[in-house]
């Protein structure tokens, strides 16, 4: 059936092209009332550029004690305890971050320079909960004097399923290291990705593909070979060290990474260097070596303008100290 014509003859037309205001005659001006939605309008950010910063900085790296703290402007974690909590506690302060804002400690495994001092932390601060898994746990109930009311505190996670904690995805993976359950922590946030695996003697499979997806990677770099072997460490403990369950030297963490650096890696902090068996010269070395003998530009994490043209920054985290706060901006 054919459609019936519509007609607009005798409606009043809107007068678009002409205006007369207060009787004054104006300019006839054409416009096209279609224009407002012919425009793209700019699109809102979901996110303020603030709500995008991450924050890390180390606490302490060695055998001496371990700690550092990942976060946003919402909140966020510290990861191991074996530095003093007051230390702690001023390091974040020292960097404008109050312990209110900190939703969990994470535990790598049960060694004491990583755990000595999370229930002291706990008790002073007892809106935070303990993030290991269950096999941790019980590892430090046995071979440590910590009350057994850390269980309180204790909220169990699994290696591979993923947990979050404020804007933070976290996600534990396996490597081999002579402590009970020990593990890396791969941390996401705004489409990136901070990787942390220290204390491990080799890189496993599953360490790697974390490791290799990371924009900012804190991997262990503990010994120079040759000062081990020449050292006074006991033989049975030299050995002990080089095994897959031991401890990665500079030289293996610098062919590692020589494999796996790719233009998303933008910061290399190397952790857990031996006070006895390694400085931060010969560690640096190993690695910018490697990385320069295939073309990369190396920085050293100074921020300067020369640094900031590198392909990579590399630094080595300091043993007793904190380091600075790093702020990483979005990619």
């Known amino acids: 059936m054919a459609r019936k014509k519509i007609s607009f003859e005798g409606q009043m037309k809107i007068p678009f092209e002409e205006w007369d205001v207060l009787d004054t005659p104006v300019k006839s001006v054409k416009r096209n009332v279609y224009a407002a939605a012919e425009i793209p309008q700019p699109k809102k950010p979901d996110t303020a550029p603030e709500d995008r910063l991450l924050y890390y900085f180390s606490i302490g790296s060695g055998s001496s004690g371990n700690s550092c703290y990942i976060g946003t402007r919402k909140g966020g974690i510290i990861i191991d305890a074996g530095v003093k909590a007051d230390v702690i506690e001023s390091s974040l302060a020292a960097n404008g971050i109050d312990m209110k804002k900190v939703v969990g400690v994470l535990l790598t495994h049960d060694h004491s320079d990583h755990v000595r001092y999370v229930y002291t932390l706990l008790r002073n601060h007892r809106h935070i909960k303990l993030y290991c898994t269950n096999r941790v746990l019980a590892g ?46 791969s941390v996401s946030f705004d489409n990136r990705r901070f990787v942390l695996a220290t204390d491990l003697g080799a890189v496993t499979e599953r360490a790697r593909h974390y490791m290799s ?77 490697a990385l320069e003998g295939i073309g990369k530009k190396v920085g050293d994490a100074s921020d300067s303008i020369e640094d900031r043209n590198a392909d990579v920054q590399l630094m080595a985290l300091p043993r007793f100290e904190s380091s600075r706060l790093f702020v990483f901006r979005p990619i």
Request: with cysteine; proline share 5%; hydrophobic share 40%.
């Open 213 to 289: 997806a990371a924009n900012y990677l804190v991997i262990e770099a503990n010994y120079d070979l040759r000062m081990l072997l020449n050292g006074k460490y006991p033989e049975y403990l030299k050995a002990r060290i080089q095994t897959e369950r031991g401890h990665l030297d500079n030289m293996a963490t610098a062919s590692f990474l020589k494999e796996i650096i790719n233009p998303s890696l933008k910061n290399i902090f190397l952790c857990h260097l031996s006070q006895d068996n390694n400085t931060p010269q010969k560690a640096l070395k190993a690695v910018r070596e």
């Open 140 to 185: 430090i109930l046995k071979r440590h004097s910590i009350s057994k009311r850390i269980k309180d505190y204790h909220s169990p996670i699994f290696k591979e399923i993923p947990f979050n904690l404020a804007d933070l995805e976290i996600t534990a993976f396996e490597v081999p290291h002579d402590g009970v359950d020990n593990m890396g922590f």
